[in-house]
């Protein structure tokens, strides 16, 4: 049974340049989560989503960051015009219900040159 | 919001002896608890997790331990092998936030000497 699955696992972009970070679900979840973590911090919250819907983006700048769950496909988080500030490790995750275990993908590690 | 604080920042023990790491929280309607094993380069791990209906909750050698009142629970591992080096994030479910936000501490660095 495979985890959560990202990629690419690693990505370069130059500034202005647009990052697409990929994250398919564990089989049989159906809430996905988007966390940041930068060097020797903790992983911060961006976004929830479920099928087809975001239900909490709170966490999310509200420019130049997007992200969707499509109903086939993986879940897309898109960062336009990359600054060099948006380098980070980037998590997916996902679970079941809104109230079970999160489990995480081996992340995306964006580095804007 | 939430404030979730672990310490110490980094542990180093012999291989063979117990760590404790502990972790504060601020919102006293958090009731879901868990802690994460981060290895280099990879994403977190989900190793044990506990709710607020116990106070103790234990998988072979590892355990963690739940005090509402105080508001804070600790990891305890015992028996540690060099394999068991790694961070480890604790995290709650703060109920300002509904039940799908997990809020993180910055983690601890075990490492265990051979």
């Known amino acids: 049974n495979a985890g959560v699955m990202q990629n690419p696992r690693h990505l370069v972009r130059r500034r202005g340049q647009e990052a697409r970070l990929r994250c398919s679900p564990m089989k049989g979840h159906s809430h996905v989560y988007w966390y940041r973590q930068l060097p020797e911090e903790g992983l911060k919250f961006m976004v929830y989503?479920?099928?087809?819907?975001?239900?909490?983006e709170s966490g999310m700048p509200k420019e130049r960051f997007s992200a969707e769950f499509p109903k086939e496909g993986p879940s897309i988080l898109r960062i336009q015009q990359v600054v060099r500030g948006d380098s980070a490790a980037y998590f997916c995750?996902?679970?079941?219900?809104?109230?079970?275990?999160?489990?995480f993908g081996n992340g995306t590690r964006l580095t804007v040159t | 919001g939430e404030n979730v604080e672990q310490h110490p920042s980094t542990l180093s023990v012999q291989e063979g002896d117990s760590a404790v790491i502990k972790c504060t929280y601020s919102?006293?309607?958090?009731?879901?608890f868990p802690w994460y094993k981060q290895e280099l380069g990879k994403g977190p791990q989900l190793i044990i997790d506990i709710r607020s209906n116990v106070g103790e909750k234990k998988d072979q050698r590892i355990a963690v331990t739940l005090n509402k009142t105080a508001k804070h629970f600790s990891l305890h591992i015992t028996e540690t092998q060099p394999e068991d080096s790694a961070v480890y994030f604790c995290?709650?479910?703060?109920?300002?936030?509904?039940?799908?936000?997990?809020?993180f501490g910055k983690g601890n660095q075990v490492v265990v000497i051979p």
């Open positions: 919102d006293s309607a958090s009731n879901y």
């Open positions: 995290a709650s479910f703060p109920q300002l936030y509904g039940n799908n936000r997990l809020a």
């Open positions: 995750a996902s679970s079941t219900t809104d109230n079970s275990p999160l489990h």
């Open positions: 989503l479920q099928k087809e819907n975001i239900i909490d």
